[in-house]
Structures are given as structure tokens and as C-alpha cells.
């Protein structure tokens, strides 16, 4: 069973940070952690970060500048950076993996992020 654990989602003031955190429960070689998307209440899951195994880090408009991902290899970990956080961010963020070999998405249960003004 692939399970993702996130963590460091929670409420802060607009201009304020967080860093969230995505690992595999157990480590799976043929599951790769990929990144971040989010959904915000009646909207649809959008793209956030992700980061590929050698590093490339592709951004959606709405966050560049403002976000870092990170990943670690050994752990088969992703983490974000989000600074400036402003009011529209406020989002359930979701850890998103990918199977290498077959394509397969896994997602992570979600970790509630609240800016408010």
C-alpha cells in the first residue's frame, strides 16, 4: 500500500510562511515523490510545485517567487518553502507520487493551509 505523509500545513496571517513536508510511509523504489497541488474550497486540484529527481522544480504562475521546493532522494521526500503567503492561498495541499514504470498517481490525504488577511 503506498501512503503519503504530509505535514506543516495550519493557519497563518497574510505575509506569513510554512513548510510542508511529503515522505513515503515506507520507502518503494518504483514510486517516485513528485510534489505539491492544491484545491481551494469549489475550485478544482491545481498544479502548485513539483520537482523532478534531478532537481528541476516547475511552478504554477500563481506561486513563483514566493514558493521553494526541495527534495530529498535518499528519503524519497519533496518539501515546499511558501513565503509571502497571501489570503488566496488558503488551500487543501496534497502530496502528489508517481509510479515510474506504469504512470499511476498517488495522492496524500491533504493538509490544510489558511492565510487570512
Known amino acids: 500500500q503506498v501512503q503519503l505523509v504530509e505535514s506543516g500545513g495550519g493557519s497563518v496571517q497574510a505575509g506569513g510562511s510554512l513548510r510542508l513536508s511529503c515522505a513515503l510511509s515506507r520507502s518503494i523504489f518504483s514510486i517516485n515523490v513528485r510534489g505539491w497541488y492544491r484545491q481551494a474550497p469549489g475550485k478544482q486540484r491545481e498544479l502548485v510545485a513539483t520537482?523532478?529527481?534531478?532537481?528541476?522544480?516547475n511552478y504554477a504562475d500563481s506561486v513563483q517567487g514566493r514558493c521553494t521546493i526541495s527534495r530529498d532522494n535518499a528519503k524519497n521526500s519533496v518539501y515546499l518553502e511558501m513565503n509571502s503567503l497571501k489570503p488566496e492561498d488558503t488551500a487543501v495541499y496534497y502530496c502528489?507520487?508517481?509510479?515510474?514504470?506504469?504512470?499511476?498517481?498517488?495522492w496524500g490525504k491533504g493538509t490544510l493551509v489558511t492565510v487570512s488577511s
Open positions: 520537482i523532478t529527481g534531478g532537481g528541476i522544480a
Open positions: 502528489n507520487a508517481v509510479h515510474r514504470y506504469s504512470g499511476t498517481d498517488y
